[in-house]
């Protein structure tokens, strides 16, 4: 073996660690980049989403409150305007006429009070008269209020008899439009009206207030004109359900009455 063959083993070992060094230097190895989606990041499209469904689900329960408040809360009784004219025989008793237009004869609402006139009249000098009419019949339970034929009568207070539902006979019609021209006001019909023999007739015409609280219960309440005096007049239509509800409504009428 010669020189050069022993200098060439000594030094290939070493010359082929330094080029594989040199390659590893030269040549990093190469990252791999990872296709997979991580977990702990949120979509923004699924953000807007929730915000969507949190925001409707406010809205919602506004609605729904707001719903339950309005259900829950008492109706307003609904309220306008008639004209309602108190009419009798001076020797006579009363009656109490209600129209929505005074020139109609046919009146909506049309009782015969048994009240006498002279001792009504007696009652409106004092300034106040609250007249209340109620009906404790089971059997008129579902009866509109101005279709109840009987009706037990309380003035200021008093039980004095009975209120009966009337139907306008051709003398009432003739009265009523003898009055077509009176909005407010009060006066005598001389004696013969209608028929010969008849009584003069005394009434009070004006404009009435009426509020309707629910099914079984409204009243009408007098409106005085400016420049008159106050006169207090209203009349109550009230009816119970059962006696518990009856005598309940029969101290409110005294108590209020009073």
Request: aromatic share 6%; hydrophobic share 35%; glycine share 4%.
């Amino acid at each position: 073996m010669t020189k050069i063959d022993a200098l060439r083993r000594l030094l290939l070992p070493c010359l082929s660690s330094v080029s594989a060094t040199s390659n590893a230097t030269v040549n990093p190895a190469k990252k791999r980049l990872s296709t997979s989606l991580r977990d702990d990041l949120k979509d923004p499209n699924q953000d807007q989403e929730e915000d969507k469904d949190r925001d409707s689900q406010d809205s919602t329960s506004t609605i729904d409150f707001e719903t339950t408040a309005i259900s829950s809360a008492p109706s307003r009784p609904s309220r306008s305007m008639v004209i309602g004219t108190i009419f009798g025989h001076r020797k006579g008793h009363v009656w109490f006429c209600i129209q929505h237009d005074r020139l109609s004869t046919k009146p909506s609402l049309l009782l015969e009070l048994s009240i006498p006139t002279h001792q009504l009249v007696q009652e409106m000098r004092c300034g106040v008269v609250r007249i209340a009419l109620e009906c404790d019949r089971p059997e008129l339970s579902s009866c509109p209020l101005h279709f109840v034929p009987v009706w037990t009568m309380f003035c200021n207070g008093r039980k004095i008899g009975f209120a009966t539902k009337r139907k306008a006979s051709h003398h009432n019609r003739l009265m009523l439009k003898t009055m077509q021209s009176t909005t407010v006001g009060a006066g005598v019909i001389p004696a013969g009206f209608g028929s010969p023999g008849s009584e003069e007739i005394m009434y009070m015409r004006a404009n009435y207030e009426h509020v309707v609280c629910n099914p079984d219960s409204e009243s009408f309440h007098l409106v005085n004109p400016d420049d008159c005096a106050g006169q207090e007049l209203s009349v109550f239509l009230m009816r119970s359900r059962d006696l518990k509800l009856s005598l309940h409504c029969k101290e409110l009428l005294i108590r209020f009455c009073l």
